[in-house]
């Protein structure tokens, strides 16, 4: 008897420790003392975020946790004002983990609501806002590809996603848009050059320069590390104070070198920076400035260039310590086409977009640096020399005609029954 006594105990004993075998530490309450209301986290979607897939309707996934001193009774979740699930079964009545997947989401901006009740009626609601834009089509001439960063790494021409070399990341915030990509120690993306190989390159993004480490690449194309004969290296040298951005473009039997601009680090603000490559010549721009036009013996020459390698120097490019760049980038675009000044300023301009003053305007040409159509998003050609006077009414510069030269806009959109046209007017005799 005395035997089958300690056995018992014994028993009872390996219970007790496989009982407490994958329990989280129990938080000690006053039974029937509930002194809070729940707390509600919606993890997904986040305020602000934008989702812009590839169809008209698309579903989203709803996270959320609620949390209760006490106990949960009841969870109910709603989009858009219309109730769509009620909880109030759940494993564990304190803290309540669930996603919800929601189908049919249309064009437009929406709102998650979800409210939790704890068992004394005291009830919590928190609510995110979010968009879903329609499918993605390209905004500027010759725009090949379109990579967001908000939330992933597609691009949103093709819909094919990156490959991620290493842990790249993403800010938690962007120049547009929810997010935007930030580098990590020894990583970076890559995407495939098929389809974006042309004899005119051009490149655009907004950026965030973080100066450590002090060297590294942003985009890089190549073939082999032996030579830059091929494809283009983009990258970033400096200090903490300054990081000056430059361009090589290989030419086959060559290459070209284009030493840009100096980036202030010390303002930590994002700059537009557009690479610009003709058959005959490179150029890059910061803001819509141009900075250095470098000439090119002959076109880029793409020969056994397979990817495009985002974040780094990469495969082709890792020598002179040009690795991983930790900096900020966002909306990263890619043209087939030699991006030319106006271009990059359409750009720069959609980014913070002119919302007509007047009614019925439908043209504003301020005409401070350029010939761009701030509604329509166009710019004027130029016949002869037309430039420009920094004796203006408004803004910083005005329109100055020279000797045979003119501009000329196109008439689609402004011609209508009724047409006006206003402008402040400086004559010379």
Same mark, same amino acid.
């Given at each position: 008897?005395?035997?089958?006594?300690?056995?018992?105990?014994?028993?009872?004993?390996? +219970?007790?420790?496989?009982?407490?075998?994958?329990?989280?530490?129990?938080?000690?309450?006053?039974?029937?003392?509930?002194?809070?209301?729940?707390?509600?986290?919606?993890?997904?979607?986040?305020?602000?975020?934008?989702?812009?897939?590839?169809?008209?309707?698309?579903?989203?996934?709803?996270?959320?946790?609620?949390?209760?001193?006490?106990?949960?009774?009841?969870?109910?979740?709603?989009?858009?004002?219309?109730?769509?699930?009620?909880?109030?079964?759940?494993?564990?009545?304190?803290?309540?983990?669930?996603?919800?997947?929601?189908?049919? @989401?249309?064009?437009?901006?929406?709102?998650?609501?979800?409210?939790?009740?704890?068992?004394?009626?005291?009830?919590?609601?928190?609510?995110?806002?979010?968009?879903?834009?329609?499918?993605?089509?390209?905004?500027?001439? &010759?725009?090949?590809?379109? $990579?967001?960063?908000?939330?992933?790494?597609?691009?949103?021409?093709?819909?094919?996603?990156?490959?991620?070399?290493?842990?790249?990341?993403?800010? &938690?915030?962007?120049?547009?848009?929810?997010? %935007?990509? $930030?580098?990590?120690?020894?990583?970076?993306?890559?995407?495939? $050059?098929?389809?974006?190989?042309?004899?005119?390159?051009?490149? %655009?993004?907004?950026?965030?320069?973080?100066?450590?480490?002090?060297?590294?690449?942003?985009?890089?194309?190549?073939?082999?590390?032996?030579?830059?004969?091929?494809?283009?290296?983009?990258?970033?040298?400096?200090?903490?104070?300054?990081?000056?951005?430059? @361009?090589?473009?290989?030419?086959?039997?060559?290459?070209?070198?284009?030493?840009?601009?100096?980036?202030?680090?010390?303002?930590?603000?994002?700059?537009?920076?557009?690479?610009?490559?003709?058959?005959?010549?490179?150029?890059?721009?910061?803001?819509?400035?141009?900075? +250095?036009?470098?000439? $090119?013996?002959?076109?880029?020459?793409?020969?056994?260039?397979?990817?495009?390698?985002?974040?780094?120097? &990469?495969?082709?490019?890792?020598?002179?310590?040009? &690795?991983?760049?930790?900096?900020?980038?966002?909306?990263?675009?890619?043209?087939?086409?030699?991006?030319?000044?106006?271009?990059?300023?359409?750009?720069?301009?959609?980014?913070?977009?002119?919302?007509?003053?007047?009614?019925?305007?439908?043209?504003?040409?301020?005409?401070?640096?350029?010939?761009?159509? +701030?509604?329509?998003?166009?710019?004027?050609?130029?016949?002869?020399?037309?430039?420009?006077?920094?004796?203006?009414?408004?803004?910083?510069?005005?329109?100055?005609?020279? @000797?045979?030269?003119?501009?000329?806009?196109?008439?689609?959109?402004?011609?209508?029954?009724?047409?006006?046209?206003?402008?402040?007017?400086?004559?010379?005799?």
């Amino acid at each position: 008897m005395k035997y089958a006594v300690k056995t018992i105990w014994f028993l009872l004993g390996l +219970l007790v420790v496989s009982c407490n075998e994958g329990i989280d530490p129990i938080t000690a309450v006053d039974a029937g003392v509930d002194e809070t209301a729940p707390q509600v986290t919606i993890t997904y979607p986040t305020e602000g975020v934008e989702l812009m897939p590839f169809e008209e309707e698309t579903s989203i996934t709803i996270k959320f946790e609620v949390k209760d001193d006490i106990e949960v009774t009841n969870v109910k979740v709603s989009m858009d004002g219309t109730q769509i699930a009620s909880y109030s079964s759940f494993k564990d009545y304190r803290i309540v983990l669930e996603e919800l997947t929601y189908d049919g @989401l249309g064009n437009g901006d929406h709102k998650v609501t979800i409210s939790a009740t704890d068992l004394e009626g005291k009830t919590t609601t928190k609510e995110v806002n979010f968009a879903k834009l329609a499918p993605y089509s390209a905004q500027f001439d &010759g725009e090949v590809f379109y $990579m967001p960063f908000n939330g992933d790494y597609m691009d949103f021409i093709s819909f094919e996603e990156a490959g991620e070399v290493g842990n790249p990341s993403f800010a &938690g915030g962007g120049f547009l848009g929810a997010d %935007a990509y $930030m580098g990590a120690t020894d990583s970076y993306l890559t995407f495939p $050059m098929d389809n974006l190989k042309s004899t005119e390159f051009s490149a %655009a993004f907004w950026y965030k320069v973080n100066p450590t480490p002090d060297r590294a690449g942003i985009l890089v194309v190549g073939s082999n590390p032996d030579d830059r004969f091929q494809g283009f290296r983009l990258f970033r040298e400096g200090d903490a104070t300054s990081q000056r951005i430059k @361009l090589n473009v290989g030419t086959g039997a060559g290459e070209s070198w284009n030493d840009g601009g100096v980036i202030d680090v010390t303002t930590g603000e994002w700059v537009h920076v557009a690479i610009s490559i003709s058959q005959t010549q490179s150029t890059i721009y910061f803001n819509g400035v141009e900075m +250095l036009t470098s000439a $090119m013996s002959a076109p880029i020459d793409w020969t056994g260039c397979e990817e495009l390698v985002i974040g780094s120097g &990469g495969p082709t490019f890792s020598y002179w310590n040009h &690795g991983y760049d930790a900096s900020e980038l966002d909306e990263l675009r890619i043209f087939n086409k030699a991006l030319t000044q106006s271009d990059v300023q359409i750009m720069i301009n959609a980014a913070n977009p002119y919302i007509p003053q007047y009614d019925g305007e439908s043209l504003y040409m301020p005409f401070d640096g350029d010939y761009i159509d +701030l509604i329509g998003s166009k710019a004027a050609s130029q016949v002869g020399t037309p430039g420009f006077t920094d004796d203006s009414q408004v803004g910083d510069q005005a329109y100055m005609g020279a @000797l045979d030269s003119y501009i000329n806009y196109p008439a689609d959109g402004l011609m209508t029954p009724e047409f006006s046209g206003a402008f402040w007017y400086k004559v010379d005799a």
